[in-house]
Every structure is written in C-alpha cells, then in structure tokens.
C-alpha cells in the first residue's frame, strides 16, 4: 500500500493509495479520509462506492462529505469503480461497461473474469488491508454509494449478514437485471443466464430473504435516469412485502448529480454515525 | 440574460447563465446559487471569484458553499476568470495569462484591452445585471475568492468603499506587483509603467490609503505557491502599519486546493452573512 496523495481537509487526513490487488490482479487505487479523531484512536468506517465512470476522486472533491466526516469522526473509505489497466479488459466506446463500470460484481466470464472482481475487493480484499494499515475500528463499518455504486451498497449489506451496520444509497440501481445498465454488464460478466444475475440484485436479494439492516435511500424526482435505470419502486416494493424497514424518500426537483449528493450527504452521514457508535 | 442549466441543490437553485457582456464585449458565462429564501424574498449576494484556469464551475462543484448559502439565506454569484472566446486574445501556451486569467482588472494594452476589462465587468456590469433579473436586494453584497479572485475579491473592496460589506480571501495573491503570477499579467495587460500596477495590489491599495471594512484571509502553511507568488505578510505587514483590522489566519498544513477552500467556506459564508443581514 503507497501512499500516492496526503491533503489536509477539514483538520483530517485526505490520502490517496495504490497496491496491488490480489482479486483484481491489477495496480488499484483508493482514497481514505481520516478525521481528526484518527490522529489518536481507531475510528469507524464509512465505504463510498461510486458510479458509472467516476474513479475515488469524484466523491471526495464533488460530494462535500469530509467536513461531516471530520465533524462525526468517521473515516471515509473510497474505493475505485473496476480495476483498471492496459492488461485489463475494456469496452472502450462504451461508459456503462468495462473500466469505469465494474458493477461490483465478481465477474464468470472472461475476458472479465481475470480481473473484475469488485465484490470480494470492496467486501474483503479492501477492509482487510485498510484495517490492518491505518487506524479504523475493525469491523465496524458500513456503506454507502451513489447509482451503479448504490446497487453496489445495497448488494454488498444484502449479502454479507452483520458486515455492515448500515447502508444507505443515492438514487441507486435498484433492480439492475431489469435495466439497461444492468442487462448489459451482468450479460456480459455473468452470461446469458439470467437465474445467475439475481445474486447481484438489491430487488432479488430482497425477495429471496435478506436480513434487515438500517437502510435510507434517496432518490431525486427530477433524475434523468430515474425512469430508464434506477427503477426503485421495485426495491421498496420488496421490502414492504417483506416488511423490512426501509426509509425511502423521493426529494423533490433533485437530479442525478454530485449536486443532489452534495445535498444530503450530510444526513447520510449522521444516519450511519448513529449505527457507528463504537461505545 | 439566457439560463442554461438549472439544478435544485441544498433545497435551492443551481443556475446558470449566459449573456453578451458590454464591459468584455464577448458572450460571458456565470452562475448563481438562489438559496430557499429567494423563492419568497429578496437575499443579499456573495460573490466568489476564482483563481488561474478555473471557470465558474469549480466553485460550484468543488467548495460546498451551496449549503451554508442555503441555511444562511445568501445568494452566491460565480463569475468566470477571464473573458472567452475565439475572437479573444489569448496565450495557449500559457496558464497564467489570457483566457482564464484576466486577473480582474481592465487592460489598457492590446490585443488585451479590447475584451479584458474584468473589473468594471465583476463591480459594475455583472451586478447591476443580476441584480435586475434575479430576487437579491440591490446594493447588498459581499465579496471572496481564491488565489487570483483572492486578489480580484481584495481589490474590489478596497478600491469602491461602501460597495461591499466584508471582504474575504483563501490563499489570496497579496501583491501582484512583487510576484511572477501578477507581473505576467500586469505586464502584458497595463504595460511596462510599473506605478500604473499599483492600482490593482491590494498591498500597495492598502497603503495609499484604502478604507477599511470587515476583513478576513485563510492561507494554508502547506500551500505550494506560498513562498512565491502569494505574499501575505506584505499586506498583513501594510494593514498593521496603518492599523485597519484583519482577521489573518494560518492554517496549518492545508494546500492550495479546493480542499482548503471546502475546510473553510463555512466559517467564510458565516463571517459574511453577519455583515449581510438587512434587518
């Protein structure tokens, strides 16, 4: 782990890494906020998985979270969206597949399979080697993301039981193998077989029994994807059915973009600092 | 005056415009931030002018200013650096002169001074126009900004007592005159007369005499163009001699980056909205 940036923001540590990944078989990169409080105690994390063609350093210039992250004592862990690389299988005319696009699933079928293996990086690789490199609590964590990266939140909370103590997302994927978006990267990391695609469903995990956890998702009415990709109905449909408690809040005028995050980070932050609380 | 985007944020509006200036004879791009209170009320104005190579959008994107706006009840206005187009003079080859340069001042050289008159545009034109068009109370303004619009927010207030009620800076270029970034452009745009430059330094604005007004200026200890283009103390130094109050702050370790900006920017708007109430 190399650390490659060391910026000073809100009286914590913005810092910015590479190491070689041994899911990904690639150079990744990440970024962590640590606030003031990690100067001298371990502290919570939160994970950020952002969306389509973003990389780590969107959310921490675009999102405003670190003054909240700083002012909770929460660290901020951003993670890249798909390995990367010339060795690395892409769909260079395409921003919805490929680099930029890693959906954070584990790719079946090559060529994807050799390197886009974003779910073990995001729920494994990653949380084992910032807790045992910098000062976070570990174990305790939870996550977060915005569009392909909310799917990507609410999949890795559905699947992994007691990882996480809250999720919440930003206008998120809801049930991406009704989608666009989602037909497209899961056809061609996982097959044709659809039956194999619900395992990466937030909808699919949903119905097929998932375990509550504290859950918050906003979604803009004004997002231009809304009614193409994002499909969240599907989402809060299941949940009701299941009676699984789910804030949901549709925010009036609100678009796709950093702007809508921008606006409501803040509580985001104070939802999962509420579930955080070490003591 | 045309908008061109229009983005809710922070339960306000995100706007932004065009229109063909008289004072820079080019179309000239801005945006505006109406926070809630607007949609009822007139509110006063923040203006923020940005450093070297930014446009507009930086500020809006990267500083989390929209929020504090939003709970304070202030409008920001978010010129552009320099005037735009083909029919501009510029240097290509160059950063720091030319489009996304214009130091906020009016040139009196061409190719220059045909369209570079970027300080009657930011102190007159732009605010009798938004003022016009847009719920703010007229007259009631302020004003900060960022390395080169540090230096731009500097100057405006100092040389039109009365216009703003506080000033403010991050990491502001205290005197041009003694600094490679200022005699680049005050060379190219005024001439070699270097006592016609002196009415464009705050430092030198300073010693001849400026009145006071509520004054406040963060600069990071880590900043990379500390030593050599920013020089605070020369205008810490003048302020001291003629005893007009500052408010400087060293902040220990932060850079020059937007980072910075976003540590601070709510004590900033804080420091403004005291000066800007109209009850």
């Known amino acids: 782990m190399r650390q ?8 914590g540590w913005l810092n910015r890494y590479t190491h070689d990944s041994a899911c990904c078989h690639c150079e990744m990169t990440f970024s962590v906020y640590l606030p003031p409080a990690a100067s001298t105690r371990k502290v919570p994390a ?9 990389t780590d350093d969107n959310v921490r210039v ?11 004592g929460i660290a901020l862990v951003m993670p890249d969206t798909s390995p990367r690389g010339e060795g690395v299988a892409d769909d260079p005319d395409r921003y919805d597949l490929g680099q930029g696009a890693g959906f954070y699933i584990n790719a079946t079928c090559e060529p994807w399979a050799s390197h886009y293996q974003m779910y073990d990086y995001v ?3 990653l949380p084992a080697l910032v807790e045992a490199e910098l000062p976070l609590i570990p174990g305790l964590k939870s996550i977060t993301g915005h569009s392909m990266g909310g799917h990507g939140a609410l999949i890795c909370a559905f699947k992994n039981p ?12 809801c049930n ?30 949903v119905k097929a ?39 949901f809040r549709m925010q009036e005028d609100y678009d796709h973009s950093y702007h809508f995050i921008a606006s409501f ?9 509420r579930h955080l609380q070490s003591d």
Chains 1, 2 share one sequence.
Not at 6 to 11: A, F, P, W
Not at 46 to 54: D, H, K, P, V
Not at 187 to 200: F, I, K, Q, T
Request: proline share 5%.
């Open 4 to 11: 490659i940036e060391h910026i000073k923001e809100s009286g």
């Open 265 to 273: 980070i803040g509580e985001h932050l104070a939802f999962h600092a």
């Open 62 to 72: 675009k999102a405003g979270a670190q003054r909240y992250a700083a002012a909770l």
């Open 123 to 125: 729920t494994r690789e």
């Open 46 to 54: 939160l994970y950020f998985l952002s969306g389509l063609t973003c």
């Open 162 to 173: 007691g990882a996480y103590q809250s999720v919440s997302a930003f206008a998120p994927i």
């Open 209 to 247: 029994g998932a375990k509550p956890l504290p859950l918050l998702i906003d979604q803009g009415t004004g997002d231009e994807f809304l009614a193409e990709q994002l499909h969240p109905r599907a989402l809060v449909d299941a949940c009701l059915e299941r009676n699984i408690p789910i804030q």
């Open 176 to 205: 991406p193998v009704n989608c666009g978006w989602g037909e497209g990267c899961l056809s061609a990391y996982l097959g044709d077989d659809r039956e194999a695609w619900n395992a990466w469903d937030a909808t699919a995990l």
